[in-house]
């Protein structure tokens, strides 16, 4: 790679190329799953391939490939000045000038498992499921997962920056019956070490939940007090995430335009984007332009402080990049992401502010996320489930049910944050949150 590396900057440099930027990425995937005491699914697949950014005449074009073939160079190279001539958008774009030194990340563990103990794992994680109580009918997927990558990134400049790593993960999606009814849930483990994994516990959480939810029944239309469950939370902020990138505020949108150090939310409300790996699974040294990352606090106790930005972004703004650069493949176009960003938890349990509510809903999952959301103006419409709060405690379950609102507008009238902070699976970035305490929720039922 080195090599090929130093005779591509020599012929981008012969045909006028100001600067170059070459972007390898890796990826190996292995998993499993058992149904039904066998191994039903089994599968390994590799990708991965190279991605060159350059500078011609102002505008930055790009070209990638899958194989590095010194003979491919100087087509290689043409290709990439043919697309940056044909760019329309006349935003400039800039490679990062940093050297990134010590940019360098392994985040893999040695002890990764055999084969066999992978497999076995997961017919635990199914015995595990059925065991737990007869009321569990059916585990549809016991799946086990192992991700390898490796992302490299060099530039004209002198930068050169390194990441590795490898993780697990398991997920148990079983259903529960009892007199004709059924319940499904799902429950997941992630780690870099495999036997930090534990099919029990994973197990376990996905049948509690089928079971709790049996038999569930419709309320009445109205508006209730409501604590919205951390995986419900979660589910909206990630929803939402896109409001704070700065490429959206930009183009118009995002509400959250024109309103930098403005009161955005309640001061209750506090969202962090934290790439260091203390709160949070990723672990970003660098984003895909090779800008150091950092923690910060996009709203601060209800204030919007900083959109999040790539170096594009931030020369329109006049400022320094935040770090958060994403090109999801080396296939793909430069954008912006979030890594762990999070809803800083409060200090009451959730059993605490159901004590205090007395009577309301717990919402526990929201459907239609896709359609029934609109980003922008905030408005949404969602089929939900949960559990009616009476007495202060969790009573039966419920379902069939709509919930709608705003979302900009639930953020001001929050009552309490809880402290049960939960994060979800990583796509693009890795969201967690708190359960929520609404003082009012419309709620569409009988």
């Not at 005491?37 to 060159?52: C, P, R, T, V």
């Not at 939960?422 to 419309?442: D, E, M, N, R, Y």
């Amino acid at each position: 790679m080195k090599r090929f590396w130093e005779a591509f900057l020599i012929e981008a440099k012969k045909q006028g190329i100001e600067e170059v930027e070459m972007m390898m990425q890796r990826s190996k995937n292995f998993s499993i799953n058992v149904y039904e005491s066998e191994l039903e699914k089994y599968q390994i697949s590799e990708d991965g391939g190279y991605a060159f950014r350059g500078k011609v005449k102002g505008k930055m074009g790009s070209v990638y490939t899958e194989l590095l073939d010194a003979e491919l160079i100087e087509e290689l190279v043409e290709a990439l000045i043919e697309n940056a001539e044909a760019i329309d958008s006349t935003d400039p774009e800039f490679l990062y000038p940093g050297t990134g030194q010590g940019m360098e990340s392994d985040l893999r563990k040695e002890n990764k498992g055999t084969e066999a103990e992978k497999i076995q794992f997961a017919m635990d994680l199914e015995r595990a499921a059925l065991q737990f109580d007869p009321r569990i009918h059916k585990v549809t997927n016991s799946f086990f997962a192992e991700q390898e990558s490796e992302y490299q990134l060099l530039n004209s400049h002198g930068l050169a920056c390194s990441e590795q790593d490898r993780y697990f993960m398991a997920y148990s999606y079983l259903t529960a019956e009892e007199e004709n009814d059924r319940q499904t849930a799902f429950a997941f483990q992630l780690s870099r070490d495999f036997h930090e994994l534990n099919p029990e516990t994973i197990a376990k959480e996905a049948a509690a939940e089928a079971i709790s939810i049996l038999h569930p029944k419709r309320i009445s239309s109205g508006s209730y007090e409501a604590i919205l469950e951390n995986r419900v939370v979660v589910d909206f902020l990630e929803s939402f995430g896109s409001i704070f990138s700065a490429d959206a505020v930009q183009k118009g949108l995002s509400r959250m335009k024109g309103k930098l150090n403005e009161q955005v939310a309640s001061k209750l409300i506090t969202l962090v984007d934290d790439p260091t790996g203390a709160v949070g699974f990723l672990k970003q040294p660098f984003d895909s332009e090779g800008v150091k990352t950092q923690k910060k606090k996009v709203v601060d106790r209800g204030i919007l402080t900083t959109y999040l930005h790539n170096l594009k972004t931030a020369h329109k703004a006049g400022i320094e990049s935040t770090g958060n650069a994403h090109k999801s493949s080396y296939k793909g176009s430069m954008g912006i992401s979030t890594s762990n960003f999070y809803l800083e938890p409060g200090e009451r349990s959730k059993a605490t502010m159901m004590e205090e509510m007395k009577q309301g809903v717990l919402i526990t999952e929201v459907q239609g996320l896709h359609s029934g959301l609109n980003p922008v103006s905030g408005d949404f419409s969602l089929a939900a489930s949960g559990f009616l709060i009476k007495d202060g405690l969790k009573g039966h379950a419920i379902h069939q049910i709509t919930i709608a609102g705003n979302w900009f507008q639930l953020l001001q009238e929050i009552q309490e944050v809880g402290a049960d902070l939960w994060f979800g699976i990583p796509s693009g970035g890795h969201f967690g949150a708190p359960s929520i305490w609404l003082k009012t929720l419309s709620v569409a039922g009988e």
